[in-house]
């Protein structure tokens, strides 16, 4: 490994060499910027076609966005060596090998020469794979290390090149120590704010997922520490590498367990030149179709259900319940329909009507279009008689006919109108309506458990769950089916109930879905049990599971400790296995004087460490540890749902929020009250114990819960 110092001079010619490139490619990526921002000027002139012209300038928006130069982000990270003409043809290249440096967008120089190549082209796919057994005509792999040079709050940081590592691939030394430094200290690099890109550390096997082609439904069990929201990030950037036309027509979307974890990963797309994609939660998507749209979820969301409860609204009987009982206010015809044309009138009755309506009815269309249906087929069994009597008739009498009062009032009539809010409040606040529409699917202390509390005047005033919410996306969805996109990443997914899991699907039904999740991390009342179920839920019952099992950066200490408890919240899950031990990362402290000693203690002995550092307790008992920190003279900003994680080093984290997210030491406040907090508590004990990638301070005044005590445990 060559390396420096960034401030020594003069430096190794290989470096410098490099150095150079990389200047070269800033270069010329500030050139392809500067020609996109160029065509503003001439968008006017060329196309006076107000649409055309916003359309352009979109597109041109998003192209300088994924142009931009991300500050801290070097432009390529890795190098190739490939045997002669296997990339380029040059005869004057004689014996040199072919070089392609790698990267994380493309960059060309203004002949139009490649300068980095982006990660995500086939080329590339050696840098990830290639080994000594295989080396896809690789001859040396080169790594690079970087440091980055704070230049104060008014500028941008600045990235330096610092060291390059080669690995031969042909003919290499049985064994060469020298190899894989690089590749290890950026994966253990200490992070602070959101969540960085992985390009220049993706395992073979996380590869093999990134670039699963778009038809693939994946589903990704990963236990902690393994990379699966990498994966999941990184492949949405892959398919709209491959095929980018279709899902910038289409759609992209992640959908993800909370605001904070979206805060978290938001900077990794868009670090890797992706910026036309959606991110949500699983509630914001569903209360996107409320009324007043740009109220948020919480808006919405007014009270949490009680575990029985919430189970029972996320049982995909629900579906059934409510199409029953939406399909229950089509009428039986009982009167005549007469049409006046002129000063003939023509004439059908209940019993001309009846098969018009049980047909319709028994299509499986959707409830609002089969109103529309249901007019078009009155108006041509109006136009039937009529050409039976010597009438012509076209396309402008059957819509005449179809928009006259006398059949709009007939279709209103025998199939009326209903919104999705009414349709779910009704059912939840009328116990004999619930019970007709529940008959046979739930038992009576399911139906009492799923009514509205209180007696709401109407939708507004009513005190919706996130669960009601799904409800409410069922019967939107068998009113008016919604469109689609073309690829759905899903992350946390296993804490989808099966309803969740419909309104999912539903949005996804001609396109692929990402799939990622732990069935050991599963804390929702409805968790899933296993990936087959949830998978039959969203409607693709043939993915394709893959587990990954090898942690990479969270040390092994910390995941032995924690796999403690997989026995009991996930047995015949296999335990994940750390690739790296580090003495030391796990301190498991007993608060002899007092918790809130004890947690400054820690909190304090991790801040004279590297990186972000997370606070986790019970969400109840987090405030009151919060004020006894402040008159111990530690004050600690807490997370909420929508507060990112760059503000400071140290963070309090409620541990219901601390799924995704990940710290390069944590301090665990009391793991008793964290397992007995909610139904599912040592799942969420569990999630908090496997955010820490470097140390692991477990603080305890009670005795630990009793399967992290089967064996001794050293401070």
Known sequence: MTTTDPTTTPLDPELAAERSALDAAREALRLMREEVEDTDLMLGDVFTDKV????????????????????????????????????????????????????????HDPAGRPLVLDWRAPLCVAYYRASPTDPMSVRIRRRYGFTT?????????EVVLTAFEDEHLVGAPEADDRTGDLLAAEIERPRTGPMRDIVATIQPEQDDLVRAPLGTTLCVQGAPGTGKTAVGLHRIAFLLYTERERLSRAGVAIIGPNRSFLSYIRDVLPALGEVDVTQTTIVDLLAAGLPERSRPAAGWVRRVEEPFAARVKGDV?????????????LREPTETLMVRRGSRRWRLYPEDLRPLLDELAGRGVAYGSGRDLLSHRIAHAVLSLMESEGEVCDDRTHEQVRRDPAVRSMVTALWPKRDPLSLVL????????LARAADGLLTAEERAAVLLPGRPRGPRSARWSEEDLALIDEAAALIDRPAGLGHIVVDEAQDLSPMQCRSVGRRCESGSLTVLGDIAQGTSPSAARTWSTLLEHLGKPTGHLSVLDRGYRVPA???????????????????????????????????????????AAACRTALAGEGSVGLIAADAHLPALLGELEAEGLRVPLLDD??????????????????????????????????????RGLNRLYVVLTRAVSTLHVVHARPLPADLTDEEVSG
Do not use: C, Y
Not at 149 to 157: C, L, Q, S, T, V
Not at 317 to 329: F, G, I, K, N
Not at 426 to 433: K, N, Q, S, V
Not at 570 to 594: H, K, N, T, Y
């Open 642 to 679: 929508g507060t990112g994680l760059d503000a400071a080093r140290l963070v309090a984290v409620p541990a219901g929020l601390a799924k995704g997210l990940e710290f390069d030491a944590v301090v665990v406040a009391e793991p008793a009250a964290i397992a007995e907090a909610e139904e």
């Open 149 to 157: 040079i704070d230049n104060g709050p008014r500028a941008d940081p």
């Open 426 to 433: 009704g059912l939840l606040t009328d116990p004999e309506r």
């Open 317 to 329: 009987r629900m579906a059934e319940v409510l199409r029953r009982d939406l399909w229950s206010h």
């Open 52 to 107: 055309a012209n916003a359309a352009l300038t979109r597109g041109r928006q998003r192209r300088l966005a994924a142009l931009a130069d991300v500050p801290g982000a070097p432009l390529f990270f890795g190098r190739l060596d490939f045997d002669p003409g296997t990339v380029f043809v040059d005869e004057d290249a004689g014996s040199d090998p072919d070089r392609v440096h790698i990267g994380r967008r493309h960059v």
């Open 557 to 599: 200490q910390i995941i032995d400790f924690a796999a403690r408890l997989l026995p009991r919240i996930a047995a015949g899950l296999g335990a994940p296995v750390a690739v790296r031990r580090a003495p030391g990362s796990l301190r498991v402290i007993p608060a002899a004087d007092g918790l809130a000693p004890a947690v």
